[in-house]
């Protein structure tokens, strides 16, 4: 897989914004990024997904930098429940089976 | 809105029983997936399903380890003699086959954390 490098941790104060940086140099010009989270003793939890532009759902936006080499994941107003470790994954295309997680980043949010 | 389920949850085992988890996946799905996570660590992958097939294995699915998906919908992993170093959360996960290159969204279950005394 593509590989990918986040810091191990950050923290953000509540009601601000979380920017959580990836970089991912090396990957393919049809290869997707994909962020997961994962809140502590639960299953990984899809978050969301891009290509090239940038992308926004009721979770998260993305934006992916144009040379596609770095993306950042932003919660627009983080709430406790947002203190999970975060995945930022760039799976093999066509092979499209196994995602391989990091160690993510840790994001601690203070009240 | 049914999403991927593990049972159980939670399995306490002595060394050398056998185990069984089963999965059930989101209905239209036809992908199916295995991943374990140790503690502290991200899930890796052991193996996965398209409709019935088992078409990748991880080496870290070792001999004492099964997979089965026989109808093309839920899927139980078997771990045979189990050991100390088999403890971990086991994780299901499911999505649909993509067009090639397409994208590829997995949707992960709660998990079955197996300790093994």
């Known amino acids: 897989d593509a590989k990918t490098t986040q810091p191990p941790s950050m923290d953000c104060a509540e009601g601000r914004a979380a920017n959580l940086p990836c970089n991912h140099s090396?990957?393919?010009?049809?290869?997707?990024v994909y962020w997961y989270r994962q809140i502590h003793s639960q299953g990984p939890q899809y978050i969301i997904h891009g290509l090239k532009n940038n992308e926004t759902n009721e979770m998260a936006s993305l934006i992916i930098t144009e040379d596609r080499k770095s993306s950042t994941l932003i919660l627009p107003h983080a709430t406790l429940r947002d203190t999970a470790v975060y995945y930022c994954i760039v799976p093999i295309t066509g092979a499209n089976s196994k995602l391989t997680f990091g160690k993510g980043i840790t994001l601690s949010v203070r009240p | 809105d049914t999403g991927v389920s593990q049972d159980p949850r939670h399995k306490i085992t002595k060394r050398g029983q056998n185990v069984t988890f089963r999965c059930d996946p989101i209905?239209?799905?036809?992908?199916l997936y295995w991943y374990r996570q140790t503690l502290g660590q991200g899930p890796e992958f052991l193996t996965y399903f398209q409709n019935e097939a088992q078409l990748e294995k991880s080496r870290l699915l070792s001999d004492r380890f099964s997979a089965e998906r026989p109808k093309g919908s839920f899927s139980t992993l078997e771990i045979q003699r189990t050991e100390q170093g088999d403890s971990a959360m086991y994780l299901c996960?499911?999505?649909?086959?993509?067009?090639?290159?397409?994208?590829?969204?997995?949707?992960f279950g709660a998990g079955t954390r197996l300790s093994v005394l």
């Open positions: 996960a499911s999505s649909l086959a993509p067009e090639w290159g397409g994208k590829n969204i997995q949707y």
């Open positions: 090396t990957i393919s010009g049809n290869e997707y």
């Open positions: 209905s239209e799905h036809n992908r």
